[in-house]
């Protein structure tokens, strides 16, 4: 099992104390720019470092 730690979508949305929203970071992800994330069945997530 990874034991590196994942933020959801919200989450990351909230470390940038709202300032990157949930659907800038779809955008991003479907013009393949902005951070890395990995996707787990539907479940999008971002590694925390």
Same mark, same amino acid.
Request: charged share 25%; hydrophobic share 35%; no cysteine.
């Given at each position: 099992?990874?034991? /590196? /730690?994942? !933020? +959801? #979508? $919200? $989450?990351? %949305?909230?470390? &940038? =104390?709202? *300032?990157?929203?949930?659907? +800038? !970071? ?5 013009? =393949?720019?902005?951070? %890395?994330?990995?996707?787990? *069945? /539907?479940?999008? !997530? &971002? #590694?925390?470092?």
């Amino acid at each position: 099992m990874d034991s /590196k /730690k994942y !933020l +959801t #979508p $919200e $989450e990351v %949305s909230a470390r &940038y =104390r709202g *300032g990157i929203s949930v659907g +800038t !970071l779809r955008n991003w992800r479907a013009m =393949r720019i902005g951070p %890395s994330f990995v996707k787990i *069945g /539907k479940a999008v !997530l &971002y #590694p925390a470092d």
